[in-house]
T-cell receptor, first 108, second 112 residues
Framework: GQNIDQPTEMTATEGAIVQINCTYQ??????LFWYQQHAGEAPTFLSY??LDGLEEKGRFSSFLSRSKGYSYLLLKELQMKDSASYLC?????????WGAGTKLIIKP | EAQVTQNPRYLITVTGKKLTVTCSQN?????MSWYRQDPGLGLRQIYY???????DKGDVPEGYKVSRKEKRNFPLILESPSPNQTSLYFC???????????FGSGTRLTVV
């Protein structure tokens, strides 16, 4: 079957670095998205990886290993506004398969 | 501004009273989709549409209907809402099924 796993909740300190992991088992894999979602709001696009390796975009980076079925989102210099849920979604046979999301709590 | 517009943002209704949630996009996207989001369950796809007059069931289609008569609009219809359809609903569109989505602002529906 198709499956995406990510931790339910993580806590980090303002100014620190946090890594949110996502593992997937899907058929016809063709890339992985990360979205940010603040409570009660719509998800917004953060990154898309289709090739192995690290993609850096400001304070956020995303990594993909297709052979291991693994991705992570790295957030640096954490700010209070980064408190949100982070959703990973795998492209499988031209559909998006969503993880349940990781709620990130930032403490001062 | 490129966007997906959903209405209403909030809706409280009674069991059995038909309702429609509208969704419109101005990006000429072919692919549109409806999701519901419930605590701990993430986004679950209700219906999707690959193009005009082409719609298909997602993971949780029971109790919902959709139509795609024109490219920009993709309304979600609840013919006889029940309390288990209380949820946060999102409409989304993209260039194609495997591309990133642009989401609408969401509709918080409560059925009493």
């Amino acid at each position: 079957g198709q499956n995406i796993d990510q931790p339910t909740e993580m806590t980090a300190t303002e100014g620190a670095i946090v890594q949110i992991n996502c593992t997937y088992q899907t058929s016809g894999f063709n890339g992985l998205f990360w979205y940010q979602q603040h409570a009660g709001e719509a998800p917004t696009f953060l990154s898309y990886n289709v090739l192995d390796g690290l993609e850096e975009k400001g304070r956020f980076s995303s990594f993909l290993s297709r052979s291991k079925g693994y991705s992570y989102l790295l957030l640096k210099e954490l700010q209070m506004k980064d408190s949100a849920s982070y959703l990973c979604a795998a492209v499988s046979n031209y559909q998006l398969i969503w993880g349940a999301g990781t709620k990130l709590i930032i403490k001062p | 501004e490129a966007q997906v517009t959903q209405n209403p943002r909030y809706l409280i209704t009674v069991t059995g009273k038909k309702l429609t949630v509208t969704c419109s996009q101005n990006m000429n996207h072919e692919y549109m989709s409806w999701y519901r989001q419930d605590p701990g369950l993430g986004l679950r796809q209700i219906y999707y549409s690959m193009n005009v007059e082409v719609t298909d069931k997602g993971d949780v289609p029971e109790g919902y209907k959709v139509s795609r008569k024109e490219k920009r609009n993709f309304p979600l219809i609840l013919e006889s809402p029940s309390p288990n359809q209380t949820s946060l609903y999102f409409c989304a569109s993209s260039q194609g099924a495997g591309y990133g989505y642009t989401f609408g602002s969401g509709t918080r529906l409560t059925v009493v």
